[in-house]
């Protein structure tokens, strides 16, 4: 798996269909859907997929066995 070989923590995954609404987060436990608001004229899938990776980066800071 991409995780163990290159020692990663999470994997950024999109379909060429959706890849501007949706993408998927790949990680050792879990896979999680991170889809573009789309009340918000003009968002991108980038900015929801920005704050998780943030949000994910700083527990795993705080508690690195999880």
Request: hydrophobic share 40%; proline share 3%.
């Amino acid at each position: 798996m991409t995780l163990k070989k290159y020692k990663m923590h999470m994997v950024v995954a999109n379909e060429l269909l959706t890849r501007k609404d949706e993408v998927v987060v790949v990680t050792s436990n879990e896979k999680i859907s991170v889809c573009r608001y789309k009340t918000q004229v003009g968002d991108v899938v980038e900015n929801p997929l920005i704050r998780f990776i943030v949000e994910r980066h700083s527990v795993y800071f705080e508690k690195p066995d999880l």
